[in-house]
């Protein structure tokens, strides 16, 4: 199946640096997700971008929707050690109505030294 | 958030038996629900898309006789791997959509190992 190209493909920083990773697509999405992922466990959502160029922030994670609608970014400010895990980017076509399937991106392994 | 489970969270067993995981949306009705397969260091793939009351949608490559999945209520559905093999070990994940915005909400996700 199609995988959204993400990228860093993995991230060792120390504590205190900020991350900024980011997630392109060839084909368009209205919808931009970012999830993390804890090992052994589900993705849980950390922002929601709906509207192209949208900038959205939740605590030290800002994420923008690409004015193409094409890509999006998130950056993490501050990382502290809580913060390592891998973080997926998840595209989806449409927002209101039937649900729609997720195109779920690569994937940035993210690892935070102290 | 809304609250999604699953049941069992690991299991294992042997090759050529079958496996039933259960996907529930504790509180949040869930038209649809998603089932996803992850292998070790890689992303999670849609498997099929689950609507309550009707037959999943599989996805390109997926044997719809092999993963048998059912949606009798809208807070349950349930994904069996039928005579299973050691190929299909790996991480199984699935959601539940609801909301006005469709949002899906994420189980915590199966790990089986078929030996």
């Known amino acids: 199946g199609q995988q959204l190209n993400q990228s860093p493909q993995s991230m060792f920083i120390q504590e205190g640096e900020d991350v900024s990773m980011n997630c392109t697509s060839s084909s368009i999405f209205n919808t931009w997700l970012w999830y993390k992922q804890d090992p052994g466990e589900g993705p849980v959502l950390l922002i929601a971008?709906?509207?192209?160029?949208e900038l959205t922030s939740n605590g030290r994670l800002t994420a923008q929707f690409g004015i193409t609608r094409k890509d999006s970014f998130l950056n993490i400010s501050a990382s502290i050690p809580s913060d390592v895990g891998i973080y997926f980017c998840?595209?989806?076509?449409?927002?209101?109505?039937?649900?729609?399937?997720?195109?779920f991106g690569t994937g940035t392994r993210l690892q935070v030294t102290l | 958030g809304a609250v999604v489970s699953q049941h069992p969270s690991r299991v294992i067993c042997k090759s050529g038996t079958s496996v039933k995981i259960e996907c529930r949306s504790l509180d949040f009705q869930a038209t649809t629900m998603f089932w996803y397969r992850q292998f070790p260091k890689q992303s999670l793939m849609l498997m099929a898309t689950?609507?309550?009351?009707?037959?999943?949608?599989?996805e390109q490559g997926v044997e719809k006789d092999k993963f048998l999945i059912n949606h009798a209520s809208l807070t349950l559905s349930t994904l069996t791997v039928t005579s299973a093999h050691p190929e299909d070990s790996s991480f199984y994940i699935c959601?539940?959509?609801?909301?006005?915005?469709?949002?899906?909400?994420f189980g915590p996700g199966t790990r089986l190992t078929v030996l």
């Open positions: 689950s609507n309550e009351g009707s037959k999943a949608t599989y």
């Open positions: 998840a595209g989806q076509p449409r927002v209101t109505g039937t649900a729609s399937k997720l195109t």
């Open positions: 959601s539940g959509a609801g909301g006005p915005n469709n949002e899906q909400f």
């Open positions: 971008l709906y509207k192209a160029g």
